[in-house]
């Protein structure tokens, strides 16, 4: 009844985004496959995504997450109004942006760059 969830926007939904648009995004997707999953250039395809979808403020038990992360995506990506420049364009924001992050965050959580670019304040994980 219930499509499997997972808590941010999953590896392996990366593959079935592939012919949603045209052929600069494909050529993204085919790319992104290609890598092993801590690569950054997948890690920065995943953080593109989270922001895209919105991953944060998704509910386990909403309409969308019980739809599961693919179809969420696949919606998400057929309602983007840009062009497929302007998703590259945020993919190489988000490539920044965890290059920036591996650079400067060693031995943080990628978990914190998420939510210091959805808030866009700094995030104080102190207990």
Sequence with gaps: ????????FPY????ALRNIRGPIWASLVDDVVE?????????AFMLMMIRLNDCLHCETDS????????NCSIQTLKRYKG?????L????????????????????SIADLILV?????QVDNTP
């Excluded at 062009?83 to 998703?87: H, N, P």
């Design 117 to 121: 670019q959805v808030d866009n304040t």
């Design 35 to 43: 890598r092993s999953q801590t690569h950054e250039r997948v890690l």
């Design 83 to 87: 062009k497929d420049e302007e998703l």
């Design 89 to 108: 364009a945020l993919f190489n924001t988000a490539l920044d942006d965890v290059r920036l992050f591996a650079a400067q965050e060693a031995g943080s």
């Design 1 to 8: 009844m219930y499509a499997s969830n997972d808590i941010l």
């Design 63 to 70: 309409y969308r997450a019980m739809r599961g992360c693919d």
């Design 12 to 15: 392996e939904a990366i593959s």
